[in-house]
């Protein structure tokens, strides 16, 4: 292996030491996510001034646009972790590949049902075709096509190996279909509307902004960890490392 | 406070978008922890069963010999 | 090395999936059966109002075809796989993306060609003009081969899994979003009389691209897939 890679990083990817990393992590990043999240709640809800033109309602962009974000930022790190896990077949890199599937289709999720609430208002209807929310759907169905090619495997690590390839194809996708979204709706135009921000965002609402950006990452960092803490479990589950922990649980 | 929950008449779109957050969020948070510990307890009753055979049969009969 | 081999192999491989396609030449008139249908239904679904037809037309047409299209991938590899011979031909000397371009070639004239020649028949049930059907089948001659292609690389992916078509929808639908949006868009600019060779030319140019990357990305993925 490369030489350029220090031995912390060759050590991280064993999995008991992970694990163990992890575990140690976790509960850090959680209280971070919640701190700050409640933080960043408090100042768009409470401190932050009603907007000029859409009053209250703008409010929804304190979880819909990190939400987006998330959504976007997660598939970029999937797709990283599934080139690394391609190329160099790093278990580790397969599962934080994998576990990151479920946490950013939830997130896209959010950035949909938030948009559609917070669009009620400007279009008169829950769903519209405009160009932000159709990228957002096609997004969420390439997240529902990674995991569902991965659960159709029997052997675990060929499936992580073949949603892997998928989310790479996926994002050569993602920036074609917001193009031809983006065309499509100039194409057909007149109904669209496009989601407007609040008509200029002041010092108080860019620091929620922020402030809940950065806990939303601690957030996705808490529950990788997680998740490839439960799935590492499962893929060396008939080392000894496991098993002692299993046992040591048991008794506790 | 009832100006708070009313949110200038947006109630019904800025509270469930907040809900939706946080309900989507918990329930992702909770799914590893309910994995993990229904695999342990699996593998638990793995290790109990194979305990179980081992000492019913004591030294296995069919070990290959060593040389 | 001589050239020789290389297209002698080409050829023989498309003469081999041609042939077995033709021995069951009933299953090739499948999709166009379920193309008849769905496009049928659209009028039942609608009303027989020809103006509203006539907007839904290239639309309704473009995916129709892209769902008997769908219908028709899932079988592309499974009858080789199953037998075996895919593994053979991963394993032959011959550059194992040309050979699956073969296959895919094979494929595309089996299903999409009878889908675009009676694409004129569906279009003009849904009351498309006469004057916007070159647009319509260049549109398909540009798009089907695509769909083909990048159906093929997602097939080669779920190779020897429990296989459902839906998953299958599911993985292609993300990929064929802006296939389908420039080819309607195309239909529908012409139909309203705005130049419609800017869509054309991003279709051209996307399939040359996929063309070139499909058949390796297929064989990466048949690779990944068959390695047990």
């Known amino acids: 292996m490369s030489s350029w890679i220090p031995l912390w990083l060759h050590r991280l990817g064993s999995p008991p030491t992970f694990y163990r990393f992890a575990g140690a992590l976790r509960p850090w990043m959680l209280a971070l996510a919640l701190l700050l999240g409640a933080i960043a709640l408090y100042g768009g809800l409470v401190l932050a001034p009603p907007d000029y033109q859409q009053g209250d309602d703008y409010r929804i962009i304190f979880v819909h646009v990190p939400s987006a974000w998330m959504a976007l930022f997660i598939y970029a790190v999937m797709a990283v972790a599934s080139f690394i896990a391609l190329v160099w077949r790093i278990k580790l890199a397969e599962v934080v590949a994998m576990e990151s599937a479920p946490i950013g289709a939830a997130f896209t999720l959010i950035t949909l049902v938030t948009g559609s609430l917070w669009g009620i208002r400007m279009w008169g209807t829950w769903w519209t075709w405009d160009a932000r929310l159709t990228s957002e759907l096609v997004l969420l169905f390439l997240y529902l096509g990674v995991l569902g090619l991965y659960h159709a495997f029997e052997d675990r690590r060929q499936g992580a190996r073949a949603a892997a390839f998928l989310a790479l194809i996926g994002i050569i996708n993602v920036p074609i279909v917001h193009f031809s979204v983006n065309w499509w709706n100039t194409l057909h135009q007149g109904s669209t509307v496009r989601l407007l921000g609040p008509s200029s965002m002041s010092d108080a609402m860019i620091w929620p902004l922020l402030t809940m950006m950065v806990a939303t990452k601690c957030y996705y960092l808490a529950s990788l960890f997680a998740r490839a803490r439960t799935d590492l479990l499962a893929l060396e589950s008939g080392k000894e490392w496991v098993r002692q922990i299993a046992i040591t649980e048991g008794r506790a | 406070m009832s100006d708070f929950f009313a949110m200038g008449g947006y109630a019904a779109y800025v509270w469930p978008s907040y809900a939706v957050f946080l309900l989507v969020l918990l329930a992702d948070a909770i799914a590893p922890t309910m994995r993990r510990r229904r695999l342990l307890r699996e593998l638990r009753a793995r290790i109990a069963r194979q305990a179980a055979r081992h000492n019913r049969d004591g030294a296995s009969p069919t070990a290959p010999e060593r040389p | ?228």
């Open chain 3, 1 to 228: 090395m001589s050239r020789a081999p290389l297209s002698r192999a080409c050829a023989a491989v498309l003469r081999r999936d041609l042939t077995l396609a033709w021995r069951r030449r009933g299953d090739i008139a499948m999709p166009v059966l379920y193309a008849l249908i769905v496009t049928t239904l659209f009028p039942f679904a609608l009303g027989p109002d020809n103006a509203l037809l006539q907007r839904i037309a290239g639309g309704a047409v473009l995916v129709t075809v892209l769902l008997a299209m769908l219908l028709a991938l899932d079988g592309m590899f499974r009858s080789d796989i199953e037998d075996g011979s895919l593994e053979q031909l991963v394993l032959a000397p011959q550059p194992l993306a040309l050979m699956l371009g073969m296959k895919i070639l094979a494929h595309w004239l089996t299903t999409a060609l009878p889908l675009i020649v009676i694409a004129p028949v569906l279009a003009s049930m849904l009351q498309l003009p006469a004057a916007i059907m070159p647009v319509m089948l260049l549109a398909l001659v540009l798009s089907t081969p695509m769909l083909s292609l990048l159906g093929a690389v997602l097939v080669a992916l779920t190779a020897g899994t429990r296989r459902s078509g839906m998953l299958l929808a599911l993985m292609l639908l993300p990929l064929c979003v802006p296939v389908v949006i420039f080819a309607a868009g195309a239909i529908s600019a012409a139909q309203q009389g705005l130049p419609w060779v800017a869509p054309i030319a991003w279709l051209g140019a996307a399939l040359a691209l996929t063309l070139v990357l499909a058949p390796l990305a297929c064989a990466v993925a048949l690779r990944i897939a068959l390695d047990a």
